[in-house]
């Protein structure tokens, strides 16, 4: 049936867009004084709807835009020392002109128009791209901060993940450069240009996740240096602080870019919960309670070489130092079999996290060919260590030792890959690329049990080896683009406790990942986009170990390393209307993540870990609608969700459709103060297995720039102290319902100084390791 409605929709939609006529547009661009223009980009924008038509640079002087549709166009051209160009163009035939640039005499006036001219949120085919530079998000301390402020997209309570509604744990780039949370957490907000949501990512992207969080940073230009410092306090239940130093130094053809973070942070997190096992004729609640002292120091360097025009050599090195001393008090609750205990669980917990990520790559352009080829290794390393001194306080008697936890985590991933991309005169252009993997994870446990004198000591280690093979072949044919993909992953995973002479996980797998991406051009102002993709979702390293946190003697959070991908199937179709837009999407995903109870009556526990569910539907309408009126834009985005979440082993309830409803606005006052208005919820959510509350929350903030260089902004985040989440949930025969408080209200002044100047960077950098978002 799925193939017959893709058969009969390509169909109808290329005899629309055979129909239609495409024209070329050639530019040829000189000084006002016959200078050379050998550097500079351009950018045609739909006359009507001001959305980015195409984006091409000036090579000797030139510029040529290929397959365009009749109608009018503005044409925006930027070139370093010259003023920039903004025209009109109608095109209903191939055009030819010849354009004349003129020197900058007032740079600093130019940079101003620049700015007012730029929108914060544009909107394309339902993919949402933010411009952070000059806006009022820059003043946000972190990035991981940043991202929960835009549309869609959910942090976890302990913001070592994050999700975007109807589409799950996404992919993140930074640069068309794969990476993870801890690469995220390494970057600064200052050296952010643009976040993009990408809700259909193209076959370039790895089969990893259905959704693409797109970072472009901001590069300068010319020989120079520019540094940035950066001050945020911040008050929420305790006071925190985040101090920041970006530098960026160039001179010919070498860059070099260092940051150094200091942030002294206050963490707070509580967490609740009733049981019942009625079959064992228990009852239990629960509520826990976090204080933290964490100290971070966040270090990044990097060195680029312009080896000529088409080649460089890149070598980046990043890093996170992170030490936690944080003291949890549970009380908790047990009725069993009638006998009654009121517990008072203390956990001095003392833990390093530390990460390490390198890599050098190499680009190189084979002329002949007309072909470019990348090379790059990477090495990365997560260390984590945990020590616990546990007493329990049994119907307020006494405090006694009860457990000594001591727990080892570190994995280290190697990786090395390769591209090839070939382009063809007729727009078409071919892709093919390898990857080899190489991932070691090892766990020490020990724990030294005061009551029953029974000790545990368990070394386990996990190997995974992936090697992955794509070829992608995109173009265009009259109004239709067209891309066609495909990616074969196999996949050798094995793990063993040291003691053992038997392996305890034992697998091997190839999976194979099409994808299918159709955009048909109506005419300028409406666009059809059609899309069918396989992804996979792959268990993070950190849930390979045996680290497990002790919550009271009845209860622990655990990992499971049993845990199988995620395998999904995803329909899509997008119709664009100038800057609105309305998605259709049907997604179907076999073993899907969730968390979940099992009682152990031997040991008399309850163990709480991600399991594999058997299965996961939904179906979403969202609707993207931007607004600009004078002084005042908005971005409102509304997605109505049904989703059903299946395993046989729990109570499956009806599902109903639910809201999640985002609107911004940003208001430009006088005297340059900028005013931003943030709201965003969910109605009641019922998913089949879970059932979890209603949110509404609001943001707010303030900001100014004095004397050019100097930034101040005055935050106010969930002013209502609404985020925190219910879930109720009922599986292996225990009745969960679950609260999790989170200390996302907050007050916080950022100021920011920025001096020196610095142009014209080439630095760039790719990630070639493909898996570096499931070190956690």
């Known amino acids: 049936m799925l193939k017959n409605y893709y058969s009969f929709s390509l169909f109808f939609f290329c005899l629309i867009g055979f129909s239609q006529n495409s024209f070329t547009l050639k530019i040829e661009l000189i000084g006002s004084k016959n200078e050379i223009i050998n550097e500079g980009n351009a950018y045609l924008f739909d006359s009507e709807t001001n959305q980015i038509i195409k984006t091409e640079s000036i090579v000797d002087g030139q510029l040529f835009f290929a397959s365009l549709n009749e109608g009018n166009y503005n044409l925006q051209i930027n070139c370093e020392e010259f003023e920039d160009i903004d025209q009109k163009i109608t095109l209903n035939q191939n055009l030819d002109l010849k354009l004349v640039l003129s020197k900058i005499s007032f740079t600093e006036l130019n940079e101003i128009v620049l700015k007012r001219k730029k929108k914060t949120f544009t909107n394309l085919n339902g993919n949402i791209k933010v411009d952070i530079t000059n806006t009022i998000f820059k003043a946000i301390p972190n990035p991981v901060d940043l991202l929960s402020k835009l549309p869609g997209i959910q942090i976890s309570g302990d913001k070592e993940s994050l999700s975007i509604v109807g589409k799950g744990n996404p992919l993140i780039y930074i640069d068309n450069q794969k990476v993870g949370m801890n690469d995220l957490n390494a970057l600064s907000v200052e050296d952010i240009k643009t976040i993009e949501i990408i809700k259909n990512p193209s076959s370039k992207y790895e089969a990893e996740g259905k959704a693409v969080i797109l970072i472009i940073r901001r590069l300068s230009k010319k020989d120079g240096f520019e540094t940035n410092i950066s001050e945020v306090a911040s008050l929420k239940k305790r006071f925190n602080n985040y101090l920041g130093i970006h530098s960026s130094f160039k001179k ?138 546990i007493q329990n306080n049994y119907d307020t008697t006494q405090f006694d030792l009860t457990q000594n936890r001591n727990q080892k985590f570190n994995v280290n991933v190697f990786s090395g890959r390769t591209d090839l991309e070939k382009s063809f005169k007729n727009e078409m252009k071919w892709e093919i690329g390898a990857l080899y993997l190489l991932a070691d994870a090892n766990t020490n446990f020990e724990v030294l049990d005061f009551i029953s004198n029974n000790n545990e000591s368990t070394n386990y280690n996990f190997k995974e080896k992936n090697i992955a093979g794509y070829t992608q072949l995109s173009g265009k044919i009259k109004k239709i683009d067209y891309l066609f993909g495909l990616r074969t992953e196999n996949t050798n995973i094995k793990g063993k406790y040291k003691i053992d002479d038997f392996l305890l996980i034992d697998k091997n797998y190839t999976n194979f990942f099409p994808k299918i991406q159709l955009d048909i051009s109506i005419d300028s102002t409406k666009t059809i986009s059609l899309n069918y993709a396989k992804s ?177 902004t005055l935050s106010f985040n969930d002013v209502f102290r609404n985020l925190n989440f219910n879930e109720n949930f009922t599986i292996n025969d225990i009745a969960s319902k679950g609260i999790y408080y989170t200390d996302t209200r907050e007050m916080s002044l950022s100021i920011r100084y920025k001096f020196g100047k610095i142009k014209d960077s080439n630095y760039q950098e790719r990630d070639i390791d493909e898996n570096s978002n499931r070190i956690k």
């Open 536 to 712: 996979i979702s792959r268990p993070n390293y950190s849930s390979t170990s045996q680290i497990s946190i002790y919550t009271n003697p009845f209860l622990v959070f655990s990992r499971n390393i049993n845990l199988n991908p995620t395998i999904t199937d995803e329909v899509s179709g997008t119709f664009q209307y100038k800057d609105k837009s309305l998605k259709l999407n049907f997604f179907r995903s076999k073993d899907p993540v969730y968390f979940a109870f099992l009682y152990d009556p031997s040991i008399n526990l309850i163990a709480f870990n991600a399991i594999n569910y058997n299965k996961e539907s939904g179906v979403n309408l969202e609707f993207t609608l931007p607004f600009k009126h004078d002084f005042w834009s908005s971005t409102n985005s509304f997605n109505f969700i049904l989703n059903k979440i299946e395993d046989k082993s729990a109570v499956f309830d009806a599902s109903k459709p639910y809201l999640y409803y985002y609107s911004n606005h940003i208001f430009e006052l006088p005297k340059e103060f900028d005013f931003s208005v943030t709201g965003w919820g969910f109605t009641e959510r019922k998913e089949g297995v879970f059932k979890r509350n209603s949110l509404f929350i609001m943001d707010l903030a303030l900001s100014k720039t004095l004397f050019k260089n100097f930034d101040c």
């Open 252 to 389: 010919n053809k070498t860059e070099v870019k260092t940051n150094f973070n200091y942030n002294q942070l206050n963490p707070w997190e509580s967490i609740g919960n009733n049981f019942e096992i009625p079959n064992n004729n228990i009852t239990s609640n629960f509520i826990a309670e976090s204080y933290s002292k964490r100290r971070q120091f966040i270090l990044g360097g990097g060195l680029y070489h312009q080896i000529n025009e088409d080649d460089y050599l890149s070598f980046n090195l990043s890093g996170k130092i992170q030490k936690d001393n944080g003291k949890n008090t549970t009380n908790s609750f047990i009725d069993q079999n009638n006998v009654q205990n009121n517990i008072e669980t203390w956990n001095d917990n003392d833990e390093d996290r530390n990460f390490l990520n390198s890599f050098v790559n190499y680009n190189k352009k084979i002329k002949r060919l007309d072909a470019k080829l990348f090379t790059g290794f990477q090495y990365s390393n997560f260390y984590q260590k945990s020590n616990s001194v």
